[in-house]
């Protein structure tokens, strides 16, 4: 069943960077898209340059406010310029927007204010910046804000389609985007829809999902358990909340064994989303990767990876202790 | 008791702002008199039934409220989501029963129900909530947080050619929060003239003075400094309040703040000036009744209100 399943899904290509940040691709989606949104104004607190949000200002500079290094008076603003009818995009880094969660909580969630906040440079993907710069607990925080929906897309090409529907989704919503050259993976027929995982690559021993950057490495890691001879399949989970609930139980029967890859801490962000999903629908075997309780360091992205343990060889690891953790095993 | 202009003066886009007040008119002054009195025995019957609540800083901006919601704001009930109407942001959100009251005075909402204070379904939460409350405009309770979202209603009315006003009222405790000077300095830099911030200058917070826990002076010089006009004035003289709103709304090209001097638990001896009453706090039977009656409260009003009896 499962080899008939990877005949009719056939694994997309890992087609190497792009050159392409999500970043970046994000800031050209919303300056592409912006025409169908005139209600669109986009926040920036000295750093569009990084965010993308810096195609947006050219493009429209009227409608993109500057609000300084001043994040906390940028998040709540956000709420009153929702209030009187706009349509605001906050854009920061995502360890600013942990600086500002208070300011999301009340003067947006709490106050039901349809704003999105994105939010770059997440996880040990920013690179040499360091720990400081790295957040490791966006997706586990803004995931425990009431109403909150949250989105983590893994290519330039599901950025782009992320972006319009978040501007399309009536509430709340927190993305990450990402700082460093991005591994394409989607062709032009994918599609993108909040609160659906997809099956990117089938298989029948044990389900990789994964979300943002960790996606291309799940590919990557089901590629080297299949020279194994084990059959990996792996999800794009590109909505962390709500979480695709559905999916996940389905998964969880048909493979028997799980295992989540997030730039994150292990603790409560797409690990701990798949985990209580689990443990309602279908319990099994999950094994986490993700940085282990510990904060990030200076590097490039793949050496990080390397080495704190979230590259596709770990990936392939932690599968393989997940399968040897099942019931009938 | 509602003198402000009839609905149909209210601004549409592109139109001049009317000012058809004279603000020294004796049965003016007289009505705003009354809704400050009304807002004050609202808020000890709603914290007496409440079981606790924060009387100090409610009693200290009733005066404000009531010229505001009087004579200011160019809104009424049947204009809270018209969107050219004036905006008022109760920053320090623990003076929510005071809100609650003037509303209720001016008929935003009816004053039976506005008693039912921190109850549970009861909309009149312990703290403002828009999805509640439509006209308390955005939710507070967290200190600074409602500047900044009065910040952002003033960018984007500006953005829209609308003339209406967003005016937010700031506790002096709340002046201590880095939010309110990022705000501040944001709000200059936009050159908001259409942002006018009241600050309930009571010189006490939770604890204790602000002097004592973090003092806040000069503050009209730290205020001027961030390129504000600033005004100071006594937050109990209905004039002044009028006059200082009056000048707040014809600054150009800067944002307006007006220190209020208030006395903290204003009206009531018993808490005048002292700290403890900031709240949280229980009020007894003999606190409430002794309360109203120095507001000048009947024997039969201080039962209608103790006693929720039909009027």
Redesign the interface.
């Known amino acids: 069943m499962a080899k008939k399943a990877e005949a009719a899904a056939p694994a997309p290509a890992l087609i190497g960077t792009s050159g392409d940040s999500l970043r970046e691709a994000f800031g050209k989606a919303l300056a592409a898209c912006a025409n169908d949104f005139p209600k669109l ?1 986009v926040l920036d607190a000295d750093i569009a340059g990084g965010t993308g949000a810096h195609h947006f200002r050219k493009a429209f500079p009227g409608s993109f ?1 500057q ?2 290094i ?1 994040e ?15 349509l ?1 995009v906050v854009t920061t880094f995502a360890v600013f927007c942990l600086r500002a969660i ?2 999301a909580r ?2 947006i969630a ?3 204010r349809n704003v999105k906040i994105v939010a770059s440079h997440p996880g040990i993907d920013v690179g040499p910046d360091g720990g400081s710069a790295q957040a490791l607990e966006d997706l586990a925080a803004f995931r425990a804000i009431p109403g909150m929906t949250v989105i983590s897309p893994a290519d330039p090409a599901e950025m782009a389609l992320a972006t319009r529907a978040m501007l399309e989704f009536e509430g709340p919503v927190y993305m990450r985007t990402g700082r460093s050259p991005a591994k394409r993976i989607f062709g032009k027929d994918h599609t993108f829809e909040i609160g659906k995982g997809r099956i990117i690559r089938d298989g029948k021993d044990v389900t990789l999902i994964a979300c943002g950057v960790e996606v291309g490495r799940a590919l990557e890691a089901a590629a080297i358990l299949a020279d194994e001879d084990i059959s990996a399949r792996v999800v794009n989970m590109a909505t962390i909340k709500p979480i695709d609930e559905a999916l996940i139980a389905t998964c969880a029967r048909e493979t028997g064994a799980i295992v989540t890859a997030e730039d994150h801490n292990i603790y409560g962000g797409l690990g701990g989303a798949v985990a209580e999903a689990l443990a309602r629908a279908w319990p099994c075997p999950v094994e986490f990767v993700g940085l282990k309780d510990t904060f990030g360091a200076s590097g490039e992205p793949e050496e990080l990876a390397e080495h704190f343990a979230i590259s596709a060889p770990f990936i392939a690891e932690a599968a393989k202790r997940a399968i040897s953790r099942k019931a009938h095993a | 008791m509602n003198m402000k202009p009839a609905k149909a003066e209210i601004q549409t886009e592109g139109a001049q702002r009317v000012q058809p007040l004279n603000i020294s008119s004796p049965s003016l002054i007289e009505d705003i008199a009354a809704a400050a009195r009304f807002v004050r025995r609202h808020v000890i019957a709603s914290i007496y039934h409440a079981g606790s609540g924060h009387p100090g800083g409610a009693l200290s901006c009733a005066d404000i409220l009531a010229c505001l919601y009087g004579a200011e704001l160019n809104l009424w009930p049947d204009s809270i989501h018209d969107p050219h109407r004036d905006r008022f942001v109760l920053s320090k959100g623990h003076a929510a029963p005071a809100l609650y009251a003037v509303a209720a005075h001016y008929g935003f909402c009816d004053a039976k129900d506005a008693l039912n204070l921190r109850k549970l379904n009861s909309p009149y939460q312990g703290h403002p909530h828009v999805k509640d409350l439509p006209w308390a405009e955005t939710s507070t309770g967290s200190l600074g947080q409602g500047f900044s979202v009065a910040l952002g209603m003033a960018m984007g009315l500006k953005l829209q050619h609308s003339t209406a006003r967003v005016y937010a009222l700031l506790g002096d405790g709340e002046m201590q929060e880095g939010e309110v000077w990022e705000a501040a300095m944001c709000a200059a830099h936009h050159k908001l003239d259409n942002l006018c911030v009241l600050v309930d200058y009571n010189k006490m917070q939770s604890d204790d003075r602000n002097e004592n826990i973090m003092g806040l002076e000069p503050l009209a010089a730290k205020l001027r400094a961030f390129n504000w006009a600033v005004a100071e004035i006594d937050g109990h003289d209905i004039k002044a309040i009028l006059s200082g709103l009056h000048r707040a709304a014809a600054t150009f090209e800067k944002p307006a703040a007006l220190i209020c001097h208030t006395v903290k638990g204003k009206g009531v001896p018993y808490m005048e000036n002292l700290p403890q009453w900031h709240g949280s706090v229980k009020l007894t039977r003999q606190q409430a009744e002794d309360a109203l009656a120095a507001l000048d409260a009947t024997l039969w009003e201080i039962k209608e209100l103790l006693d929720g009896q039909k009027s």
């Open positions: 104004v406010l609000f300084g001043a906390q008076n940028m998040m709540a603003a956000a709420g009153g310029l929702s209030a009187v009818g706009y605001p208070e300011q009340l003067s709490y106050a039901g």
